[in-house]
T-cell receptor, first 112, second 115 residues
Framework: GNSVTQMEGPVTLSEEAFLTINCTYT??????LFWYVQYPGEGLQLLLK?????DKGSNKGFEATYRKETTSFHLEKGSVQVSDSAVYFC???????????FGQGTELSVKP | DTAVSQTPKYLVTQMGNDKSIKCEQN?????MYWYKQDSKKFLKIMFS???????INETVPNRFSPKSPDKAHLNLHINSLELGDSAVYFC??????????????FGPGTRLTVT
């Protein structure tokens, strides 16, 4: 079946450090790919998305590129802030069925 | 204005009880969802309704019964609560169940604790 795998957390970084959170997917076909963010005590918010190969999603300084050849959608940010501390979820979606499939989430903690 | 709201935010109850969680969205969306997030943050879909009709029903015990009185509301009723039901339950909505289902709006969650 289709699945999404993320790197294990927690990830702890100092402010202004470079962030990468790895995400790979297994799929039959070409899903749309997403990153959602969950701040403490809140629901998930859509951070960015890419709907086809080589698309780059970006928002709030975060970026991710849909790589079909490596079935990956790694999340990156050049300089993290304390306010970026949250849990980040990678997800895939197929047009048929309307079901989002989430990775297990990666907790990010940014220290001042 | 809150787009997707859930009540209650916290629910503490004993094993064997029956409880309900309510969800409302004011976005005019056609599709609504219930997710369960366990203690390790793993998020899994339980149900989805499109215009009051059930379209996704994952492998969930039949003690869980969703009800959608109209397309703006999707409630979750749980019978005979068990310890393993303790989790955070999230409601979400999307414009439709097709392509737009990818851009889901989530509620703040209901933390259910069964003792």
């Amino acid at each position: 079946g289709n699945s999404v795998t993320q790197m294990e957390g927690p990830v702890t970084l100092s402010e202004e450090a470079f962030l990468t959170i790895n995400c790979t997917y297994t799929a039959t076909g070409y899903p749309s790919l997403f990153w959602y963010v969950q701040y403490p005590g809140e629901g998930l918010q859509l951070l960015l998305k890419a709907t086809k190969a080589d698309d780059k999603g970006s928002n709030k300084g975060f970026e991710a590129t849909y790589r079909k050849e490596t079935t990956s959608f790694h999340l990156e940010k050049g300089s993290v802030q304390v306010s970026d501390s949250a849990v980040y979820f990678c997800a895939s979606h197929y047009n048929q069925g309307g079901k989002l499939i989430f990775g297990q989430g990666t907790e990010l903690s940014v220290k001042p | 204005d809150t787009a997707v709201s859930q009540t209650p935010k916290y629910l503490v109850t004993q094993m064997g009880n029956d409880k309900s969680i309510k969800c409302e969205q004011n976005l005019g969306h056609d599709t609504m969802y219930w997710y369960k997030q366990d203690s390790k943050k793993f998020l899994k879909i339980m149900f989805s309704y499109n215009n009051k009709e059930l379209i996704i029903n994952e492998t969930v015990p039949n003690r869980f019964s969703p009800k959608s009185p109209d397309k703006a509301h999707l409630n979750l009723h749980i019978n005979s609560l068990e310890l393993g039901d303790s989790a955070v339950y999230f409601c979400a909505s999307s414009q439709d169940s097709g392509v737009a289902a990818a851009g889901q709006y989530f509620g703040p969650g209901t933390r259910l604790t069964v003792t």
